[in-house]
């Protein structure tokens, strides 16, 4: 059974920084992409960045290119998302997800239907 499970998060104030982690396991991390995802009350879940677990290839959603940093540790089934210069609209739990391997479609790797393992989420809270 696949697994992924994140942590870090935290507050901070705007401005500030946080890493988020995500380690995978339960079948070969290769061949499939890995994705952060973050909710707000009453919204959909937005894809916010996203990397292949082979090849490397990464995407961000605009709100956050030149701020966030997706990178993985592909010997330890781990991915990671260092969160720079913060901004209150950044608040929201944020979901590590992967799909299945081979099920990472492309033009939709920030898209939430392609995804099919969820963590439980961690939060985000940035101050004002």
């Known amino acids: 059974q696949v697994l992924v499970q994140e942590s870090g998060g935290g507050s901070v104030q705007a401005g500030g920084s946080l890493r988020l982690s995500c380690r995978m396991s339960?079948?070969?991390?290769?061949?499939?992409?890995m994705g952060w995802f973050r909710q707000t009350p009453g919204n959909q879940r937005e894809g916010v960045a996203a990397?292949?677990?082979?090849?490397?290839?990464?995407h961000y959603a605009d709100s956050v290119k030149g701020r966030f940093t997706i990178s993985q540790d592909s010997a330890r089934n781990t991915m990671l998302l260092e969160m720079n210069s913060l901004k209150p609209e950044d608040s929201g739990m944020y979901y590590c997800?992967?799909?299945?391997?081979?099920?990472?479609?492309?033009?939709?790797?920030?898209?939430?239907?392609?995804?099919?393992?969820w963590g439980q989420g961690t939060q985000v809270t940035v101050a004002s």
């Open positions: 990397i292949r677990t082979t090849g490397g290839a990464i």
């Open positions: 339960g079948d070969a991390y290769s061949g499939r992409c």
């Open positions: 997800a992967t799909t299945t391997r081979s099920g990472c479609v492309v033009r939709s790797e920030l898209s939430h239907h392609v995804y099919r393992f």
